[in-house]
């Protein structure tokens, strides 16, 4: 879980990861939290925050962190075809790959 303090007049914060977007952060109360579903592989990662309010979008601000290991028999370690897809349904709680209007990630 990572979370932040958001200022004033924020009503929505993006997450990124290595330029990819990932979903928004819950935001109350001016504190915003993200939680990524899904495991992380080993390694170093740089999380990016951007928060949009009234005004204009924040300067981005960066989270690294690092995964010291990933079990054996994590589902991470099997090749990418042979993962369970999502739910059509949508209702499996991981992140939504359906990006709000507007929305790119910074590699396409």
Not at 11 to 18: D, G, I, L, N, S
Not at 62 to 82: Q, S, T
Not at 85 to 103: L, T
């Amino acid at each position: 879980m990572f979370r932040g303090t958001a200022g004033p007049g924020v009503h929505a914060v993006a997450a990124f990861c290595e330029g990819r977007w990932l979903g928004h952060a819950e935001l109350a109360d001016e504190v915003w939290r993200f939680r990524l579903p899904h495991d992380w592989l080993s390694g170093h990662h740089t999380l990016t925050f951007v928060a949009d309010g009234s005004g204009g979008v924040s300067e981005p601000t960066r989270m690294p962190f690092e995964v010291l290991a990933v079990p054996p028999d994590n589902w991470l370690r099997r090749p990418a075809g042979l993962w369970q897809p999502c739910s059509p349904s949508g209702d499996c709680g991981h992140i939504k790959r359906q990006k709000p209007r507007g929305v790119k990630n910074i590699l396409e």
